[in-house]
């Protein structure tokens, strides 16, 4: 079960969000542009536990006055059991919904009250009949056969509910606010786990941490192989050792006279008083993980942040395993204290799990352009691209939508794009070039002339019919994009520099008559061209060494840079 589509309104900077979610999937933006806040208004809908004591007057949007709202919308069925005498009705469902409202009066009969009214709510899907609906996305073990002879939505304001027709044609009304996620048994409902930015909590022993969770369960399966004549004397023997460790003179000094005033006032209850280092019962209760060499032992969080992250993740992968339940993961900043190397790895094992895994990303590392679909970036107007409109606009021949679906049609994620491509992604403008020629000369030249190119990322497309690749990108995006390329001394009814021109469409351009190089002074056929280029490049040092073409080129360039808006 994956989840498919995401609801919100006036949550945090989102005051109305439709947008769909893949298997593996990437939202990228600048800091504060609200990608967290996706993942959190997920996890919300779908962890409701404790909900009311998790939002603040911070969650909601600062222009609106409204409700929150958060639907959740997933690709299978699941199922929420509704009491029904001394049997239940099997609904099937496909979103949760979550609306979180100020509260206007006090709850009756309590002396505080919590300042918001919180509800998380399923939503049943409607049927005339159960062969309606597709067999096949319903949960494993349950067939149409179990469900109701109908389901309806009935809107009647606050009584508003759903009217369910059992097998024996009498109905049953259930009120909206029933249906509550944590007050029924729900079967197929995915496991939902947010690692936010502060997840290296969970490798510890702390309230309702992954690592807490696991040391109970050890706990439990202590106590039931527990055997006081083959636990006793072991521990008695340890406990020896460790005391024994102890200076005997500083020891009596400590807790000597301290255990004696205490046996004079209370007597033969504190007989046995000791200081324990172990809970007999529950002894993994105070554990933690650590390495160990003899004596030298170092924890988790000695090794690393990173390590305790990838630790916690990985516990966490397994454990859900173990469960055999459909698992969802969101997390935040997957790159959060991990060396590039440790990126990559932890980057291709989400790509290649079975769960669903949403993430909030900085890093280009964990973007893969031959899954388009997959990638959702966020601006400081908090709206989403690509957006379905720009998706049908022609470029040429095709759509951008057309030209996108080619990218992985023909491996172009694998052979056109460099690892390092996707920072496009997280660029506030891209000034795209030919090669490595003009990416370097460029803002060198610039500053030649006083110029620069404000919060401006270079991206070489390594060649001028590659460019159309880079320009489907950043129309998808809605990257703010300035192309410069050169015509090659040709017409620009050429049919490679046409297929280029349609391509940039509506982005900004400047277009050299030949090429970068050649106005250097440069020759096509110029043995050892590259180092040549660069070190002419070099040796100017003042405005009237630079081509008039490349002035013009770099003032346009700069201009653009100071007046796009991001």
């Known amino acids: 079960m994956k989840i498919q589509t995401l609801h919100i309104q006036n949550f945090r900077g989102h005051k109305k969000l439709n947008f769909e979610l893949h298997d593996y999937h990437s939202l990228v933006g600048e800091n504060g542009t609200g990608k967290t806040a996706i993942l959190e208004a997920i996890n919300l809908a779908c962890s409701p536990y404790y909900l009311q004591s998790r939002i603040n007057e911070q969650d909601f949007h600062y222009e609106d006055e409204g409700n929150i709202s958060i639907t959740v919308t997933f690709d299978k069925y699941f199922v929420i059991k509704v009491p029904d005498g001394f049997v239940s009705q099997s609904l099937p469902c496909r979103s949760v919904q979550v609306t979180i409202k100020r509260r206007i009066q006090a709850s009756p009969g309590r002396a505080l009250s919590e300042p918001f009214v919180a509800e998380a709510s399923c939503i049943p899907v409607e049927f005339v009949n159960p062969n309606d609906l597709v067999a096949e996305l319903l949960p494993e073990g349950l067939s149409l056969t179990d469900l109701p002879k109908s389901v309806k939505i009935v809107e009647e304001g606050e009584q508003s509910g759903i009217l369910i027709t059992r097998k024996n044609d009498n109905e049953k009304k259930v009120r909206s606010n029933l249906l509550t996620l944590n007050n029924n048994e729900l079967v197929g409902f995915p496991n939902v786990f947010y690692f936010d930015g502060q997840r290296q909590k969970e490798s510890k022993v702390g309230f309702n941490s992954l690592f807490s969770k696991l040391t109970k369960e050890l706990n439990w399966r202590f106590r039931k192989s527990l055997d006081a004549s083959t636990v006793t004397p072991i521990w008695e023997d340890y406990y020896s050792t460790v005391v024994k460790g102890v200076d005997k003179r500083l020891n009596k000094e400590l807790v000597g006279p301290v255990f004696k005033r205490m046996f004079k006032v209370i007597g033969s209850k504190v007989d046995n008083l000791e200081i324990s280092i172990l809970n007999l019962e529950e002894p ?68 290649q799990t079975e769960s669903q895994t949403i993430i909030s990303t900085h890093s280009p ?64 403008r891209v000034l795209l070039v030919e090669g490595p020629a003009e990416k370097y000369g460029l803002p060198r030249l610039a500053r030649v002339l006083n110029q620069s190119f404000v919060d401006t990322t270079i991206i070489s497309s390594n060649g ?46 400047y277009v050299l008559p030949t090429s970068f190089e050649s106005l250097l002074g440069i020759g096509k056929n110029a043995e050892h061209k590259a180092s040549k280029v660069l070190e002419k490049i070099d040796s100017i040092d003042c405005a009237e060494k630079v081509p008039e073409e490349i002035k013009d080129a770099i003032n346009q360039i700069a201009n653009w840079s100071k007046e796009e808006k991001v």
């Open 284 to 351: 993994f209760t105070k554990s933690f993980m650590s390495t160990r060499n003899g004596l030298n032992q170092i924890d988790l969080g000695g090794l690393g942040s990173g390590v305790s992250m990838l630790f916690t993740y990985f516990l966490l992968e397994h454990l859900s395993q173990l469960a055999k339940g459909t698992v969802i993961f969101l997390i935040d900043e997957p790159e959060l204290h991990l060396h590039p190397q440790l990126q990559q790895y932890l980057a291709r094992h989400l790509k």
């Open 365 to 428: 590392l964990f973007i893969d352009l031959g899954k388009w679909r997959s990638i959702s970036r966020f601006d400081y107007a908090f709206s989403v691209t690509p957006r379905r409109e720009k998706l049908d606009v022609k470029l040429g021949p095709q759509t951008i939508r057309e030209h996108l679906d080619d990218i992985p049609k023909w491996k172009q994620h694998e052979t056109v794009f460099m690892d390092s491509d996707p920072e496009m992604l997280f660029a506030r």
């Open 464 to 509: 001028k019919n590659k460019i159309i690749h880079y320009a489907t990108i950043c129309h998808a995006f809605e990257i703010p994009t300035f192309v410069f390329y050169d015509l090659d001394g040709k017409s620009c009814n050429d049919e490679e520099n046409k297929k280029v021109s349609e391509a940039i469409g509506g982005l900004k351009n």
